[in-house]
């Protein structure tokens, strides 16, 4: 059995409570918009992204609920790269340079968030839904900076959109069940497919499978993103009324080639900051 290297990423009042092995309290406490908050346990966080654990083939499996229906901000778990170095918002950790997306995982984003580069895909609400972008090397990206300081002119921001679409694959399927509510959620992650399950029904098979090594990610936060087809890129945080959690349990990960099952060890213990 192989253990999983599991730090925190928390915020000013935020908090994660362990409940047992593969069982977590993720919480964030309520506060106005202008301040990123943050409660996140991963397995990546001072590591290089090419030292990422996972590649497929692997089994990603887990319960889980959340405070509430519509949660300021998004939430979710799954698989991805850390594109953008979350560490870069207040999360803490190992500071990367910016990359394309991968990823594989269910994910919560409620308006103003809009998170799709096609206009055809769901881009609000509970998500099962997968990235794969190319593993292109941070100087090449570096080329492309200039046009980034421009996209919050609309006409630039839409050229933006159009040019990503071509680079970045993606697939989403909108979950119409109650988040609220204990469900079991599965991803399994093949070299040319990705299947999600909800209580063992199929959600999205995605024949545009992530490219590259991830890292597992749980988390809820107030922020959000918006790349919208009329091309008014936005982000920021939004208020919390309430305080918002995610709890998750019987978190397994079964590397198939192996069949290995990593045992879950919070590296850092329970806390808040």
């Given at each position: 059995m192989v253990?999983?290297?599991?730090?925190?990423s928390?915020t000013?009042?935020?908090r994660?409570?362990?409940?047992g092995?593969g069982?977590?309290r993720l919480?964030i406490?309520?506060g106005p918009a202008?301040?990123?908050?943050?409660?996140?346990?991963?397995?990546?966080h001072?590591r290089?992204?090419?030292?990422?654990h996972?590649?497929?083939p692997i089994?990603l499996s887990?319960?889980?609920?959340?405070?509430?229906?519509?949660?300021?901000?998004?939430?979710g778990?799954?698989?991805?790269?850390?594109?953008f170095?979350?560490?870069?918002?207040?999360?803490?950790?190992?500071?990367r340079?910016?990359?394309l997306?991968?990823?594989?995982?269910?994910?919560?984003a409620?308006?103003p968030?809009?998170?799709s580069l096609?206009?055809d895909l769901?881009?609000q609400?509970?998500?099962?839904a997968?990235f794969?972008?190319?593993d292109w090397p941070?100087?090449?990206?570096?080329l492309?900076?200039p046009?980034l300081t421009l996209?919050?002119?609309r006409?630039?921001a839409r050229?933006?959109?159009?040019s990503?679409r071509k680079?970045v694959q993606?697939?989403a399927?909108l979950?119409?069940?109650?988040?609220?509510?204990w469900h079991t959620?599965?991803i399994?992650?093949q070299?040319e497919v990705?299947?999600f399950q909800?209580d063992g029904?199929?959600?999205?098979?995605s024949?545009?499978p992530?490219?590259g090594?991830?890292?597992l990610?749980?988390?809820?936060?107030n922020?959000?993103?918006?790349?919208p087809?009329?091309?008014?890129?936005?982000y920021g945080?939004?208020?919390?009324?309430e305080?918002?959690?995610?709890?998750?349990?019987?978190?397994?990960?079964?590397?198939?080639?192996t069949?290995k099952?990593?045992?879950a060890v919070l590296?850092?213990?329970?806390?808040?900051v």
């Amino acid at each position: 059995m192989v253990d999983l290297d599991l730090q925190t990423s928390l915020t000013a009042g935020a908090r994660v409570e362990a409940s047992g092995p593969g069982c977590w309290r993720l919480e964030i406490p309520a506060g106005p918009a202008g301040r990123y908050r943050l409660a996140q346990v991963d397995d990546y966080h001072l590591r290089r992204r090419q030292d990422f654990h996972w590649s497929a083939p692997i089994r990603l499996s887990l319960k889980a609920r959340a405070s509430g229906r519509e949660i300021p901000g998004t939430w979710g778990f799954g698989l991805w790269n850390d594109p953008f170095s979350m560490a870069l918002l207040g999360g803490g950790g190992l500071r990367r340079l910016p990359c394309l997306p991968n990823t594989a995982w269910f994910f919560y984003a409620a308006p103003p968030n809009y998170l799709s580069l096609r206009d055809d895909l769901p881009a609000q609400g509970f998500l099962a839904a997968t990235f794969r972008g190319p593993d292109w090397p941070a100087w090449k990206l570096a080329l492309g900076a200039p046009a980034l300081t421009l996209a919050l002119i609309r006409p630039v921001a839409r050229a933006l959109r159009r040019s990503l679409r071509k680079i970045v694959q993606q697939e989403a399927a909108l979950l119409t069940i109650d988040p609220t509510e204990w469900h079991t959620y599965q991803i399994e992650w093949q070299e040319e497919v990705v299947e999600f399950q909800v209580d063992g029904v199929s959600t999205l098979r995605s024949a545009t499978p992530p490219n590259g090594r991830l890292g597992l990610v749980l988390w809820v936060d107030n922020q959000y993103a918006a790349t919208p087809p009329e091309g008014r890129l936005r982000y920021g945080t939004l208020e919390h009324k309430e305080p918002a959690w995610l709890e998750v349990a019987e978190l397994d990960i079964t590397m198939e080639a192996t069949q290995k099952r990593p045992r879950a060890v919070l590296d850092n213990p329970p806390t808040s900051v």
